[in-house]
């Protein structure tokens, strides 16, 4: 090893290759529609903020190291090079400095190309080091056994994988505690996932073999060897960008593809000059694998000893990731990140530890390689026999479910488990083409900026017609992620919202039990709210406000009206100079529903008698968003106890009933509550664990999708009819208000909403629909709920898969098996719908 280099320039070159990816991925966020509207503008997460606010300062440390990991090989050849890095990054440093980049960012295509210029200082620092260490180096035929070596390494490092994480499982879940529906692990599962892990890893050999196979024909192998090393990489790099990254953030299409081969081609080539750079010039190359993973790899004189303790601290810190990162992620995005960097860990520091042995190319290599084909043949004829595995507990009629489930508990299996699993083809004929289908679903989701949307003039009714009777004060509370069943007039066990199930209870309040939002996440969902329909996918149509009819219906009614206006608000609101703001000056990720309620009242009680305007509220808090528990940590307070519950959750739904009630109480004393509509609903719901699933991201599973509605009308709207057993949707909520102040000619038409309260039953009748058509927010997920609410079809085209539950038992529902029918009507009625949403709002073509 060279002097002067190894751990430490390991360090310094990490922290500069990992600030200019920041940067540009920080580029790339800003280029997207939904992340820049909710992670930038929104400040969902505050890393975004904090970065773009250090960024200038941060280069000179990042910059710093890097021109330090040069500094020792500025010799002749690579002076001149090294000289023009350098003073290049002064003069970026100094123009950072006046004029910082991120701080000014915005969503337009501009950022994209921002996002490819800051992979270009990784591309110098990397032409330094192959065109200095690298030309330097010698390279020649491997003298020993690398095949075998290549061999055992694919062999340990897949039983050393899927027994880490079974272990994990069975730490978190399988003991005794571990949680409502969790159990220890089914020996059938656990031989599922040695076999999936083994394959994968022997595949891996496999691959590294055939290279090595061409290489050997070549005059100078190991370089041969080193080159295909780093192009292989690179595909593989490249599919997992596109697959795990780019596709959680739906970047998709041409851009995803350039951008994921950018950042795989940038990648491999930071390694690859490390790698030269870390090699001790003295010794000749004799294997491009050796020289490839070197960067990773320990020390080549690292005793065995430390090289084992190292491997078990690493084992540790696997547990520690898989804890750490299963609440606060991204639909499986940073667990699956961090399962794939303990694979390359695992694999490089095994790979390091066992020996070479036999010559380079002996008789047994063939059998080495046909030995996976053998066992992957083995595998796929276990896979679909009937009955296998079921002395082990996992017999073919609960097989798929039982892997599913372990699925969401186990991230490493899941990687695999995913790109195996074999859909069975519905029975019956007519099976939609799904490719096709998936294809539309992304072109007509996350609608890039740079497609300009005529937002329409939206009614609801033909025109506001003055009030012609009193008019209530209207109350909305919309708690960000708020579930059912952690609601008293929803379960019966929930014992610590008292104040919410007096409302319930109330004279005038109806609880409607089988609600659901028509999108996933606050992204969409919120404006769906105030527009009565559903929306474009695209974050957001400027001018937003032409379509927002529940804003309509306030101002010309002549409402004094007190709004939290949040980043989704702010976006969807036309200008509005009477409205008064509520948490003004406050970040919406730190909106509290105590404080905006208690400003709120304070603004009521400071009303003279002579202001006689009814009041209309909205505020929409964020005390139990999962990116708000996660920053606040998962304490709960001494002396609680949630039992059968998720403790950091429902320990702030205590708070937040607590808040409700007293602002209720309050209304009471100022006489205001009889002659108010008071809302409590929430905008989505949230995964709190049900099959290892956290947070909402742009998924669509039951538990998302249903939400709490209960509605408390004045004294004189009392005798109006109201079904509280039939569907509800989120998009009802300003039907029925439009409907409840005297505007009775509301929309009829299936991506609006429809008015929950009428005079008689026959009216709701002839608003009666078949399906709904919910979707995703942030991604191409779309799915269709019918039977009243008790079947749910999803169409997922990140994962390209599609899911059928029945909704009649429990909050998540229950997973059953998909039919043609199911899938054919599903699909058949989203694309209706895509296409009745482009007609109302004017979309232009999408390609």
Request: proline share 7%; hydrophobic share 45%; glycine share 8%.
């Amino acid at each position: 090893m060279k002097t002067g280099h190894g751990v430490g320039f390991v360090a310094l070159r990490l922290i500069f290759t990992a600030f200019c990816l920041l940067t540009s991925f920080y580029c790339l966020l800003a280029y997207l529609p939904f992340t820049y509207q909710q992670m930038i503008e929104g400040k969902v997460v505050a890393w975004p903020g904090v970065f773009a606010q250090l960024h200038p300062w941060l280069f000179w440390i990042s910059f710093a190291c890097g021109a330090w990991t040069l500094a020792r090989d500025c010799r002749p050849g690579t002076r001149g090079r090294v000289a023009g890095f350098v003073a290049s990054g002064v003069i970026a440093g100094i123009v950072l400095m006046c004029a910082p980049l991120l701080a000014g960012i915005r969503n337009e295509f501009r950022s994209l190309l921002w996002a490819a210029v800051w992979l270009v200082p990784l591309w110098w620092i990397a032409a330094i080091d192959l065109a200095g260490p690298g030309r330097r180096l010698t390279w020649r035929a491997a003298d020993d056994g690398e095949d075998a070596r290549l061999f055992w390494t694919s062999l340990l490092c897949g039983l050393a994988v899927a027994l880490t994480y079974a272990g994990i499982y069975q730490i978190r879940f399988g003991a005794p505690g571990g949680g409502p529906g969790h159990q220890s692990l089914v020996p059938g599962v656990l031989a599922w996932s040695v076999m999936l892990h083994v394959l994968a890893f022997l595949a891996l050999f496999v691959g590294l073999a055939l290279i090595r196979g061409i290489a050997c024909v070549c005059a100078r192998p190991s370089l041969v060897e080193f080159i295909l090393v780093g192009l292989a990489g690179a595909g593989l790099l490249l599919a997992a960008i596109r697959t795990v990254i780019f596709s959680a953030v739906s970047l998709m299409g041409t851009p995803g593809l350039v951008m994921a081969a950018a950042y795989a081609a940038t990648l491999v080539a930071v390694a690859a000059g490390a790698s030269v750079s870390l090699w001790d010039e003295r010794e000749p190359v004799t294997s491009g694998v050796e020289l490839a993973v070197r960067p990773l790899n320990l020390p080549p004189r690292t005793p065995r000893v430390v090289r084992i303790a190292l491997l078990a601290v690493w084992v540790v810190l696997a547990y520690v990731l898989a804890t750490s990162t299963a609440v606060m992620d991204w639909n499986y995005l940073i667990q699956t990140l961090a399962v794939l960097a303990v694979w390359l860990i695992d694999f490089v520091w095994i790979y390091g530890a066992v020996p070479r042995r036999g010559s380079p190319r002996t008789a047994g290599t063939p059998m080495l390689v046909m030995l996976p084909a053998v066992l992957l043949v083995g595998f796929r004829l276990l896979a679909v026999t009937p009955g296998s595995l079921t002395s082990l507990g996992v017999g073919p009629e609960n097989r798929t479910a039982r892997f599913d489930r372990y699925a969401g508990y186990d991230v490493s299996f899941r990687v695999l488990h995913n790109l195996v699993r074999a859909e069975p083809a519905p029975a019956g004929g007519g099976r939609v083409e799904m490719g096709e289908f998936y294809a539309l679903l992304q072109r007509h989701t996350n609608i890039p900026r740079t497609v300009t949307i005529a937002v329409p003039d939206l009614n609801i009714v033909p025109q506001i017609m003055p009030a012609t009777a009193r008019k209530p004060h209207i109350f909305i509370v919309v708690i960000d992620s708020l579930r059912q069943d952690y609601l008293s007039p929803y379960n019966p066990a929930v014992t610590f919202t008292p104040a919410i199930g007096q409302f319930a209870r109330g004279s005038g309040t109806t609880v409607f039990r089988n609600a659901f939002t028509r999108y996933g996440a606050t992204g969409l969902s919120e404006p769906a709210i105030w527009t009565g329909s559903m929306v474009p996918h695209q974050q957001y149509p400027s001018p937003f406000g032409q379509a927002n009819t529940l804003q309509k219906l306030v101002r010309a009614l002549g409402y004094q009206a007190h709004v939290s206006v949040d980043t989704a608000l702010l976006a969807v609101l036309a200008p509005w100079p009477e409205l008064v703001e509520l948490d003004k000056g406050i970040a919406t990720r730190n909106y509290d529903l105590r404080r905006s309620l208690e400003e709120l009242e304070g603004r009521l009680r400071a009303r003279p008698p002579s202001d006689t305007a009814p009041v209309f509220a909205y505020t929409q808090p964020q005390n139990i968003h999962v990116s708000v528990i996660s920053h606040e940590g998962n304490a709960v307070q001494a002396g609680e106890s949630y039992p059968g519950f998720y403790p950091p959750y429902a320990s702030r739904v205590r708070r937040i009933d607590a808040a409700f009630g007293r602002f209720l109480d309050a209304l009471r004393e100022l006489g205001l509550y009889d002659d108010s509509i008071v809302i409590l609903m929430s905008d989505h719901g949230d995964s709190l664990g049900e099959d290892g699933r956290f947070g909402h991201a742009y998924t669509i599973y039951p538990e998302i999708l249903r939400i709490p509605i209960v509605v408390h009308l004045p004294t004189w709207l009392r005798g109006l009819s109201a079904d509280p057993d039939a569907v509800a949707m989120s998009t009802d909520i300003t039907p029925s208000l439009y409907y409840l102040l005297g505007q009775r000619q509301t929309m009829n038409d299936p991506l609006f909403g429809r008015p929950l309260f009428t005079e008689r039953p026959d009216e709701r009748r002839a608003y009666a629909r078949a399906d709904f058509v919910v979707a995703s927010s942030y991604g191409p997920v779309y799915g269709v709920l019918s039977e009243d609410g008790t079947s749910l079809y999803i169409a997922d085209a990140t994962s390209y898969r599609d899911y059928s539950y029945d909704l009649t038992t429990g909050t998540a529902g229950r997973a059953r098996p998909m039919t043609a029918a199911v899938r054919n009507d599903g699909t058949r009625r989203i694309r209706e719908t895509i296409e009745q949403v482009a007609k109302l709002y004017r979309v232009p073509s999408v390609r």
